[in-house]
């Protein structure tokens, strides 16, 4: 079965400082893989998404990046943090019909 | 953009009582989702509605589709303290394939 892992659940970080999340899919190749900001309260809003190893599509600009070094690892970064960059991030893969998301559990981010 | 919008934006009932939430979306759509999210952890999909389908059963789940009105609703029959979750629609917009995300109906269901 298919399993999806964000680390680490939990982040307070001062104002900029750099950023590294990660999330690794396991039991699926080539998967369709997305990140997403939740603030708090609110929907989701797609960040980054990607279909394939180092193909990145940006939704929003920010000052936020995000890498596919591996087929099944994608990662979130920043140089430097802002306030604004505080909120529930999610990871999220889809498979080859592209229709149902899976989501990881998430990084609770607080930038201070 | 925001394409599915949630109503209510939260609602509070007894255990044993049904609870029905509503999304509405502007654009013509493919498919429509609902997904459920505990507090603090990630979305969970709980079921997938084709345009050409009015109507889908998962346990205890209802699912109903209206496209003439753009809309759908998740109706929960009997309710447990177990269901209080968040509760998000996702629609396929304008032709995407990645699902736009609702702002979501919080749900209490009080044991």
């Known amino acids: ?67 596919r070094p591996q087929d099944r690892q994608f990662i979130l970064s920043s140089k430097k943090l802002l306030l604004s960059d505080s909120g529930f991030y999610l990871c999220a893969w889809s498979g080859a019909a592209q229709e149902t998301q899976y989501f990881g559990p998430g990084t609770r981010l607080l930038v201070l | 953009s925001q394409q599915g919008e949630e109503d209510p934006q939260a609602l509070s009932i007894q255990e044993g009582e049904n609870a029905t939430m509503n999304c509405s979306y502007k654009t013509s759509i493919n498919n429509l989702q609902w997904y459920r999210q505990n507090s603090g952890r990630g979305l969970v999909h709980l079921i997938l509605i084709r345009s050409n389908e009015r109507e889908k ?39 995407s394939y990645i699902p736009t995300f609702g702002r979501g109906t919080s749900l209490i269901v009080h044991p």
């Open chain 2, 57 to 95: 059963h998962s346990g205890r789940l209802r699912v109903t589709l209206d496209t003439s009105k753009k809309s759908s609703s998740l109706l929960i029959t009997a309710s447990r303290a177990a269901d209080t979750a968040s509760y998000f629609c996702a629609t396929d917009e304008g032709g």
């Open chain 1, 1 to 67: 079965s298919q399993t999806i892992h964000q680390w680490p659940a939990t982040l307070v970080q001062p104002v900029g400082s750099p950023l590294s999340l990660e999330c690794t899919v396991e039991g699926t190749s080539n998967p369709n893989l997305y990140w997403y900001r939740q603030a708090a309260g609110r929907g989701l809003q797609l960040l980054f998404y990607s279909v394939g190893i180092g193909q990145i599509s940006s939704e929003v600009p920010q000052n936020l990046s995000a890498s």
